[in-house]
């Protein structure tokens, strides 16, 4: 019996009820306890926990290596508003798009924690959805299909979905950002399979690009139906953990001149997709 208790959110995640700060920082069976349900489950939601940045990295700590961002005074911690002090402020409009951190990195990160700090009065939830579940209800002749299928992602694929007419400016600037390519099925170590998919999904390898993105966007429809999703309303002070490699993620929109701010902190992945 696992040593935390949890209860079923919904089409994925599941909410921890008996962890607190206290715990989360000093309890020795916590953090492979919190492991296995993130695999198990895909998201874990801490309600209420209120853990400031102290905490937050600590216990990140205790379950991985936290990734480091530039520009920020703790830099074991993402502050994601759209302030115009942020330095990334301009990039997280791209967060309304079905995304896996870091898709175009060579290792995507394990897991990310994010807590609400400043809520949104309307909107700004985040949806979570299985890429694993989008595998297992592939046909099997669809998985067959599919099972050699290599995607090319790139950062123009991303920044299209908000700046649909780029200058050449633009253009140049995206493509400085090298292209990167993965598979359409990953093989986990574990095992188990999932679609990688998402915003930076440009086209699929050797097929037409209409084709291969009349596919991609097949693929993102149905495993994001919305019975297949979690949609969790933030109030402040909650926490929520999410596998970043079995899902994919994003948030709602919300006035965008309100100052949301929510913390992010990640876990350095250590599976490169393949
Ligand atoms: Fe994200």
Redesign the pocket.
């Known amino acids: 019996m696992s040593v935390i208790a949890t209860k079923k959110l919904g089409a994925v995640g599941v909410e921890v009820l008996d962890v607190g700060t206290d715990r989360l920082l000093n309890d020795p069976e916590v953090p492979e306890a919190c492991m296995e349900a993130l695999e198990e489950h895909g998201v874990l939601l801490f309600r209420g926990l209120h853990a400031d940045d102290a905490t937050q990295v600590a216990f990140s700590r205790r379950l991985g290596e936290p990734a480091r961002f530039r520009g920020y005074a703790n830099p074991e911690v993402m502050e994601i508003s759209f302030d115009p002090g942020n330095p990334n402020a301009e990039y997280f409009a791209s967060?309304d798009y079905w995304?896996?951190?870091g898709a175009m990195d060579e290792i995507p990160a394990k897991a990310?924690l994010l807590s609400a700090r400043v809520t949104a009065s309307k909107g700004g939830e985040t949806e979570f959805a299985s890429t694993y579940a989008a595998y297992d209800t592939l046909s099997d002749e669809e998985k067959e299909r599919y099972a050699d299928l290599r995607v090319a992602h790139t950062f123009e694929a991303v920044q299209r979905l908000n700046y649909p007419d780029p200058t050449p400016k633009q253009l140049a600037q995206w493509a400085k950002r090298p292209p990167r390519e993965h598979p359409l099925v990953w093989v986990h170590r574990s095992g188990r399979r999932s679609l990688v998919f998402g915003a930076t999904a440009s086209h699929i390898v050797g097929m037409p690009v209409e084709e291969g993105r009349a596919l991609l966007a097949d693929v993102e429809r149905r495993a994001t139906a919305p019975d297949r999703v979690l949609r969790h309303s933030w109030t402040e002070g909650d926490m929520v953990m999410w596998d970043n490699r079995g899902l994919v993620?994003?948030?709602c929109p919300f006035d965008r001149s309100e100052p949301r701010r929510m913390h992010?902190s990640t876990l350095v992945g250590d599976e490169p997709i393949e």
């Open positions: 967060n995304h896996i951190d990310s993620h994003r948030a992010r």
